[in-house]
Protein backbone atom coordinates (compact mmCIF):
# COMPACT_ATOMS: atom_id res chain seq x y z
CA UNK A 1 0.00 0.00 0.00
CA UNK A 2 1.17 3.13 -0.90
CA UNK A 3 1.56 6.20 1.36
CA UNK A 4 -0.12 8.44 -1.20
CA UNK A 5 -3.66 7.89 -1.60
CA UNK A 6 -5.12 7.90 -4.81
CA UNK A 7 -6.80 11.44 -4.70
CA UNK A 8 -3.25 13.14 -4.17
CA UNK A 9 -1.46 10.58 -6.18
CA UNK A 10 -3.84 11.84 -9.40
CA UNK A 11 -3.18 15.55 -8.88
CA UNK A 12 0.63 14.62 -8.92
CA UNK A 13 0.44 13.13 -12.19
CA UNK A 14 -1.95 15.81 -13.73
CA UNK A 15 0.42 18.85 -12.11
CA UNK A 16 3.92 16.67 -13.68
CA UNK A 17 2.12 17.07 -17.13
CA UNK A 18 2.48 21.09 -16.26
CA UNK A 19 5.61 22.51 -18.68
CA UNK A 20 8.08 23.03 -16.26
CA UNK A 21 7.36 20.55 -13.47
CA UNK A 22 8.74 17.23 -13.39
CA UNK A 23 7.51 13.97 -10.89
CA UNK A 24 9.85 15.96 -7.80
CA UNK A 25 8.32 19.57 -8.02
CA UNK A 26 5.04 18.40 -9.13
CA UNK A 27 5.16 16.32 -5.58
CA UNK A 28 6.24 19.65 -3.94
CA UNK A 29 3.87 21.70 -5.54
CA UNK A 30 0.92 18.94 -4.60
CA UNK A 31 2.15 19.07 -0.96
CA UNK A 32 2.30 22.92 -1.12
CA UNK A 33 -1.47 23.20 -2.75
CA UNK A 34 -2.51 20.77 -0.05
CA UNK A 35 -1.37 22.53 2.81
CA UNK A 36 -2.69 26.43 1.32
CA UNK A 37 -6.20 24.47 0.61
CA UNK A 38 -8.42 27.57 0.80
CA UNK A 39 -6.12 29.93 -0.24
CA UNK A 40 -4.20 28.13 -3.08
CA UNK A 41 -6.12 25.03 -3.98
CA UNK A 42 -9.71 25.78 -4.16
CA UNK A 43 -9.30 29.40 -5.66
CA UNK A 44 -6.82 27.40 -8.24
CA UNK A 45 -9.77 24.56 -9.20
CA UNK A 46 -12.16 27.71 -9.24
CA UNK A 47 -9.85 29.58 -12.05
CA UNK A 48 -9.08 26.64 -13.98
CA UNK A 49 -12.96 25.84 -14.11
CA UNK A 50 -13.47 29.72 -14.97
CA UNK A 51 -10.92 29.40 -17.45
CA UNK A 52 -11.74 26.46 -19.01
CA UNK A 53 -15.34 27.15 -19.61
CA UNK A 54 -14.55 31.20 -20.64
CA UNK A 55 -11.62 31.18 -22.85
CA UNK A 56 -12.10 30.88 -26.25
CA UNK A 57 -9.62 30.84 -29.52
CA UNK A 58 -10.38 33.75 -31.59
CA UNK A 59 -11.89 32.94 -34.99
CA UNK A 60 -9.83 35.77 -36.59
CA UNK A 61 -6.32 35.45 -35.19
CA UNK A 62 -5.88 32.80 -33.08
CA UNK A 63 -5.77 34.66 -29.75
CA UNK A 64 -7.01 32.92 -26.53
CA UNK A 65 -10.25 35.21 -25.20
CA UNK A 66 -13.55 35.10 -23.53
CA UNK A 67 -14.77 35.98 -27.17
CA UNK A 68 -13.98 35.66 -30.66
CA UNK A 69 -13.27 37.52 -32.13
CA UNK A 70 -10.97 38.39 -29.34
CA UNK A 71 -10.41 42.23 -27.65
CA UNK A 72 -7.79 42.81 -30.06
CA UNK A 73 -9.41 41.61 -33.11
CA UNK A 74 -12.41 44.46 -32.03
CA UNK A 75 -10.44 47.00 -30.48
CA UNK A 76 -11.01 49.82 -33.00
CA UNK A 77 -7.81 51.51 -31.79
CA UNK A 78 -5.61 48.81 -33.48
CA UNK A 79 -4.04 49.45 -37.02
CA UNK A 80 -6.14 46.60 -39.18
CA UNK A 81 -3.20 47.32 -42.00
CA UNK A 82 -0.74 46.28 -40.32
CA UNK A 83 -0.40 42.15 -39.47
CA UNK A 84 1.93 40.41 -36.92
CA UNK A 85 2.36 37.03 -37.31
CA UNK A 86 3.75 35.21 -34.36
CA UNK A 87 3.97 30.84 -33.94
CA UNK A 88 2.24 31.08 -30.32
CA UNK A 89 -0.40 33.04 -27.95
CA UNK A 90 2.98 33.46 -25.75
CA UNK A 91 4.82 35.49 -28.27
CA UNK A 92 1.75 37.72 -28.81
CA UNK A 93 1.37 38.43 -24.81
CA UNK A 94 5.66 38.96 -25.04
CA UNK A 95 4.66 41.73 -27.70
CA UNK A 96 1.45 42.74 -25.40
CA UNK A 97 3.64 43.15 -22.30
CA UNK A 98 6.51 44.95 -24.26
CA UNK A 99 3.81 47.75 -25.71
CA UNK A 100 5.29 47.79 -29.19
CA UNK A 101 3.27 47.08 -31.74
CA UNK A 102 -0.56 48.51 -32.44
CA UNK A 103 -1.61 46.30 -35.15
CA UNK A 104 -3.85 43.14 -35.54
CA UNK A 105 -2.27 39.63 -34.48
CA UNK A 106 -2.06 36.51 -36.15
CA UNK A 107 -0.95 33.26 -34.53
CA UNK A 108 -0.12 30.44 -36.66
CA UNK A 109 -0.42 27.61 -34.13
CA UNK A 110 3.22 26.70 -33.83
CA UNK A 111 6.28 26.85 -36.56
CA UNK A 112 6.99 24.43 -39.44
CA UNK A 113 8.96 21.48 -38.10
CA UNK A 114 9.66 17.97 -39.85
CA UNK A 115 11.29 16.13 -36.91
CA UNK A 116 7.62 16.64 -35.19
CA UNK A 117 5.59 16.40 -38.08
CA UNK A 118 3.80 20.05 -38.23
CA UNK A 119 3.34 20.69 -41.82
CA UNK A 120 1.63 24.16 -43.26
CA UNK A 121 -1.38 22.42 -43.36
CA UNK A 122 -1.43 21.93 -39.58
CA UNK A 123 -0.86 26.00 -39.10
CA UNK A 124 -3.07 28.60 -39.79
CA UNK A 125 -1.76 29.69 -42.80
CA UNK A 126 -4.95 29.78 -45.26
CA UNK A 127 -6.50 32.39 -42.89
CA UNK A 128 -3.48 34.89 -42.62
CA UNK A 129 -3.38 34.37 -46.71
CA UNK A 130 -7.09 35.56 -46.56
CA UNK A 131 -6.65 38.18 -44.39
CA UNK A 132 -3.78 39.34 -46.09
CA UNK A 133 -6.16 39.96 -49.35
CA UNK A 134 -8.35 42.13 -47.19
CA UNK A 135 -6.80 45.69 -47.19
CA UNK A 136 -4.02 44.31 -45.21
CA UNK A 137 -0.54 46.94 -46.21
CA UNK A 138 2.13 45.11 -44.00
CA UNK A 139 3.16 41.67 -42.41
CA UNK A 140 5.59 41.74 -39.77
CA UNK A 141 6.88 38.21 -39.27
CA UNK A 142 7.88 37.92 -35.93
CA UNK A 143 8.92 34.08 -35.54
CA UNK A 144 11.07 33.03 -33.20
CA UNK A 145 15.23 32.84 -34.25
CA UNK A 146 14.96 29.45 -34.19
CA UNK A 147 15.63 27.00 -37.37
CA UNK A 148 12.01 25.77 -37.22
CA UNK A 149 11.00 30.41 -36.80
CA UNK A 150 13.28 30.88 -39.82
CA UNK A 151 11.74 28.20 -41.95
CA UNK A 152 8.15 29.32 -41.20
CA UNK A 153 9.45 31.98 -42.22
CA UNK A 154 11.06 31.92 -45.64
CA UNK A 155 7.77 29.78 -46.26
CA UNK A 156 5.23 32.15 -45.17
CA UNK A 157 7.31 34.87 -47.47
CA UNK A 158 6.68 32.63 -50.66
CA UNK A 159 3.44 31.58 -49.58
CA UNK A 160 2.43 35.28 -49.36
CA UNK A 161 3.80 36.53 -52.59
CA UNK A 162 0.67 36.04 -54.44
CA UNK A 163 -0.86 38.54 -52.31
CA UNK A 164 1.66 41.27 -53.03
CA UNK A 165 1.77 42.13 -49.28
CA UNK A 166 5.12 43.95 -48.22
CA UNK A 167 6.28 41.54 -45.91
CA UNK A 168 9.18 42.34 -43.48
CA UNK A 169 10.69 40.24 -40.06
CA UNK A 170 12.17 41.55 -36.47
CA UNK A 171 15.74 42.88 -36.40
CA UNK A 172 18.16 40.70 -35.22
CA UNK A 173 21.33 41.77 -33.03
CA UNK A 174 22.73 42.26 -29.97
CA UNK A 175 19.98 41.85 -27.11
CA UNK A 176 19.71 44.99 -25.06
CA UNK A 177 21.52 44.79 -22.09
CA UNK A 178 23.46 41.66 -24.09
CA UNK A 179 27.06 41.22 -23.27
CA UNK A 180 29.03 40.81 -26.72
CA UNK A 181 31.35 37.99 -24.79
CA UNK A 182 28.25 35.96 -23.83
CA UNK A 183 26.34 36.21 -27.25
CA UNK A 184 27.10 33.14 -30.37
CA UNK A 185 28.54 34.08 -33.38
CA UNK A 186 25.30 33.63 -35.73
CA UNK A 187 23.76 37.38 -33.35
CA UNK A 188 27.35 39.05 -33.75
CA UNK A 189 27.41 38.08 -37.27
CA UNK A 190 23.82 39.20 -38.00
CA UNK A 191 24.78 42.49 -35.71
CA UNK A 192 27.35 43.34 -37.42
CA UNK A 193 25.88 43.41 -41.04
CA UNK A 194 22.86 45.47 -39.68
CA UNK A 195 25.07 47.74 -38.19
CA UNK A 196 23.81 51.78 -37.99
CA UNK A 197 25.25 54.40 -38.57
CA UNK A 198 25.89 57.02 -35.70
CA UNK B 1 -6.02 47.31 -21.89
CA UNK B 2 -3.81 44.48 -21.35
CA UNK B 3 -3.42 41.62 -24.09
CA UNK B 4 -4.79 38.47 -21.01
CA UNK B 5 -7.95 38.80 -19.92
CA UNK B 6 -8.99 38.55 -15.77
CA UNK B 7 -9.89 34.67 -16.50
CA UNK B 8 -6.51 34.22 -17.48
CA UNK B 9 -4.43 36.69 -15.91
CA UNK B 10 -6.11 35.35 -12.30
CA UNK B 11 -4.80 31.68 -13.19
CA UNK B 12 -1.56 32.37 -13.74
CA UNK B 13 -1.11 34.48 -10.36
CA UNK B 14 -2.14 31.68 -8.87
CA UNK B 15 0.03 29.03 -10.74
CA UNK B 16 2.74 31.21 -9.69
CA UNK B 17 2.24 30.75 -6.05
CA UNK B 18 3.36 27.12 -6.44
CA UNK B 19 6.52 26.08 -5.58
CA UNK B 20 8.95 25.53 -8.81
CA UNK B 21 7.06 27.86 -10.95
CA UNK B 22 8.25 31.78 -11.35
CA UNK B 23 5.80 34.08 -13.30
CA UNK B 24 7.16 32.99 -16.66
CA UNK B 25 6.70 29.21 -16.58
CA UNK B 26 3.21 30.03 -14.78
CA UNK B 27 2.36 32.00 -18.02
CA UNK B 28 3.80 29.16 -19.81
CA UNK B 29 2.01 26.36 -17.53
CA UNK B 30 -1.42 28.38 -18.00
CA UNK B 31 -1.21 28.90 -22.07
CA UNK B 32 -0.53 24.76 -21.93
CA UNK B 33 -3.58 23.68 -19.65
CA UNK B 34 -5.83 26.77 -21.78
CA UNK B 35 -4.72 24.48 -25.34
CA UNK B 36 -5.44 21.03 -23.24
CA UNK B 37 -8.91 22.33 -22.25
CA UNK B 38 -10.13 18.65 -22.01
CA UNK B 39 -7.30 16.22 -21.14
CA UNK B 40 -5.66 18.51 -18.57
CA UNK B 41 -6.77 21.83 -17.39
CA UNK B 42 -10.84 20.31 -16.55
CA UNK B 43 -9.47 17.20 -15.10
CA UNK B 44 -6.70 19.07 -12.73
CA UNK B 45 -9.90 21.05 -11.61
CA UNK B 46 -11.48 18.82 -10.88
CA UNK B 47 -8.23 16.74 -9.07
CA UNK B 48 -7.59 19.96 -6.86
CA UNK B 49 -11.54 19.86 -5.93
CA UNK B 50 -11.28 16.27 -4.95
CA UNK B 51 -8.54 16.35 -3.21
CA UNK B 52 -9.26 19.69 -1.07
CA UNK B 53 -12.11 18.03 -0.13
CA UNK B 54 -11.10 14.73 0.56
CA UNK B 55 -7.71 14.96 1.94
CA UNK B 56 -7.21 15.59 5.91
CA UNK B 57 -4.43 15.92 8.82
CA UNK B 58 -4.14 13.18 10.47
CA UNK B 59 -4.58 13.57 13.91
CA UNK B 60 -2.12 11.54 15.48
CA UNK B 61 0.90 11.26 12.97
CA UNK B 62 0.25 14.86 11.37
CA UNK B 63 0.09 12.91 7.82
CA UNK B 64 -1.94 13.85 4.63
CA UNK B 65 -4.70 11.29 3.86
CA UNK B 66 -8.44 11.42 3.36
CA UNK B 67 -9.15 9.55 6.51
CA UNK B 68 -7.68 11.06 10.12
CA UNK B 69 -6.37 8.65 11.31
CA UNK B 70 -4.46 7.94 7.99
CA UNK B 71 -3.82 4.62 6.72
CA UNK B 72 -0.36 4.29 8.14
CA UNK B 73 -1.75 4.68 11.29
CA UNK B 74 -4.59 2.24 11.35
CA UNK B 75 -2.20 -0.24 9.33
CA UNK B 76 -2.19 -3.06 12.21
CA UNK B 77 1.07 -4.48 10.33
CA UNK B 78 2.88 -1.57 11.00
CA UNK B 79 5.62 -1.50 13.98
CA UNK B 80 3.33 0.51 16.86
CA UNK B 81 6.85 0.51 18.78
CA UNK B 82 9.13 2.45 16.49
CA UNK B 83 8.00 5.91 15.58
CA UNK B 84 10.48 8.24 12.45
CA UNK B 85 9.98 11.53 12.86
CA UNK B 86 9.99 13.85 9.63
CA UNK B 87 9.76 17.50 9.10
CA UNK B 88 7.69 17.39 6.05
CA UNK B 89 5.19 15.00 4.44
CA UNK B 90 7.30 15.16 1.50
CA UNK B 91 9.85 13.29 3.87
CA UNK B 92 7.28 10.77 4.91
CA UNK B 93 6.64 10.00 1.01
CA UNK B 94 10.36 9.98 0.13
CA UNK B 95 10.73 7.04 3.04
CA UNK B 96 7.46 5.26 2.11
CA UNK B 97 9.14 5.60 -1.95
CA UNK B 98 12.74 3.38 -0.25
CA UNK B 99 10.24 1.38 1.03
CA UNK B 100 13.00 0.72 4.48
CA UNK B 101 10.65 1.83 7.24
CA UNK B 102 7.67 -0.39 8.49
CA UNK B 103 7.05 1.67 11.97
CA UNK B 104 4.83 4.47 12.67
CA UNK B 105 5.32 8.76 11.61
CA UNK B 106 5.09 11.65 13.23
CA UNK B 107 5.58 14.91 10.83
CA UNK B 108 6.62 17.86 12.95
CA UNK B 109 5.37 20.12 10.05
CA UNK B 110 8.84 21.91 9.56
CA UNK B 111 12.02 22.86 11.37
CA UNK B 112 12.65 25.11 13.73
CA UNK B 113 14.29 28.40 12.53
CA UNK B 114 14.82 31.53 14.18
CA UNK B 115 15.32 33.02 10.89
CA UNK B 116 11.92 32.08 9.95
CA UNK B 117 10.33 32.04 13.81
CA UNK B 118 9.64 28.23 13.88
CA UNK B 119 9.67 27.85 17.62
CA UNK B 120 9.07 24.58 18.73
CA UNK B 121 5.52 25.60 19.75
CA UNK B 122 4.81 25.92 16.08
CA UNK B 123 5.80 22.09 15.41
CA UNK B 124 3.91 18.90 16.61
CA UNK B 125 6.62 18.42 19.62
CA UNK B 126 4.05 18.09 22.55
CA UNK B 127 2.04 15.56 20.26
CA UNK B 128 5.27 13.86 20.18
CA UNK B 129 6.48 13.83 23.47
CA UNK B 130 2.97 12.47 24.21
CA UNK B 131 3.56 9.59 21.77
CA UNK B 132 6.92 8.67 23.20
CA UNK B 133 5.45 7.97 26.75
CA UNK B 134 2.73 5.39 24.75
CA UNK B 135 4.87 2.17 24.93
CA UNK B 136 7.47 3.52 22.42
CA UNK B 137 10.62 1.82 22.12
CA UNK B 138 12.92 3.43 19.50
CA UNK B 139 12.45 7.19 17.70
CA UNK B 140 14.32 7.47 14.74
CA UNK B 141 15.07 11.57 14.02
CA UNK B 142 15.19 11.58 10.40
CA UNK B 143 15.32 15.24 9.77
CA UNK B 144 17.02 17.15 7.11
CA UNK B 145 20.78 17.53 7.45
CA UNK B 146 20.64 20.91 7.14
CA UNK B 147 21.32 23.46 9.98
CA UNK B 148 17.57 23.44 11.24
CA UNK B 149 17.04 19.64 10.53
CA UNK B 150 19.96 19.48 13.03
CA UNK B 151 18.78 22.19 15.16
CA UNK B 152 15.75 20.32 15.26
CA UNK B 153 16.56 17.14 16.19
CA UNK B 154 18.97 18.31 18.89
CA UNK B 155 16.04 20.01 20.18
CA UNK B 156 13.94 16.68 20.33
CA UNK B 157 16.84 14.24 21.85
CA UNK B 158 16.67 16.79 24.68
CA UNK B 159 12.83 17.30 24.61
CA UNK B 160 12.73 13.54 24.60
CA UNK B 161 14.83 13.25 27.40
CA UNK B 162 12.58 12.60 30.30
CA UNK B 163 10.26 10.06 28.55
CA UNK B 164 13.51 7.31 28.70
CA UNK B 165 13.02 6.14 24.72
CA UNK B 166 15.74 5.68 22.91
CA UNK B 167 16.81 7.80 20.34
CA UNK B 168 18.68 7.47 17.10
CA UNK B 169 19.23 9.43 13.75
CA UNK B 170 19.61 8.33 10.62
CA UNK B 171 23.58 7.54 9.28
CA UNK B 172 25.46 10.35 7.50
CA UNK B 173 27.94 8.83 4.77
CA UNK B 174 28.03 8.61 0.94
CA UNK B 175 25.01 8.98 -1.06
CA UNK B 176 25.17 5.66 -2.88
CA UNK B 177 26.15 6.53 -6.22
CA UNK B 178 27.76 9.54 -5.05
CA UNK B 179 31.60 10.77 -5.86
CA UNK B 180 34.13 11.43 -3.37
CA UNK B 181 35.60 14.46 -6.07
CA UNK B 182 31.79 15.84 -6.15
CA UNK B 183 30.96 15.67 -1.78
CA UNK B 184 31.48 18.57 -0.05
CA UNK B 185 34.16 18.48 3.55
CA UNK B 186 31.42 17.80 6.11
CA UNK B 187 29.78 14.77 4.22
CA UNK B 188 33.67 13.05 3.79
CA UNK B 189 34.47 13.64 7.36
CA UNK B 190 31.44 11.92 8.51
CA UNK B 191 31.78 9.75 6.23
CA UNK B 192 35.22 8.84 7.96
CA UNK B 193 34.23 9.29 10.91
CA UNK B 194 31.19 6.34 10.80
CA UNK B 195 34.02 4.10 8.97
CA UNK B 196 32.68 0.65 9.20
CA UNK B 197 34.75 -3.20 8.98
CA UNK B 198 34.76 -5.53 5.97
Known sequence: MSAIGPEIERLIQLLAKLPGLGPRSARRAALDLLKKREV????????????ARAIKTCEICGNLDTASPCALCCDPRREGRVLCV????????????????????HVLGGALSALDGITPERLNVGSLIDRAKQGVEEIILAMNATVEGQTTAHYLLDALAETGVKVTRLAHGVPVGGELDYLDEGTLSAAFKARRSL
Open 86 to 105: VEDVADLWALERAGVFKGRY
Open 40 to 51: LMEPLALALTDA
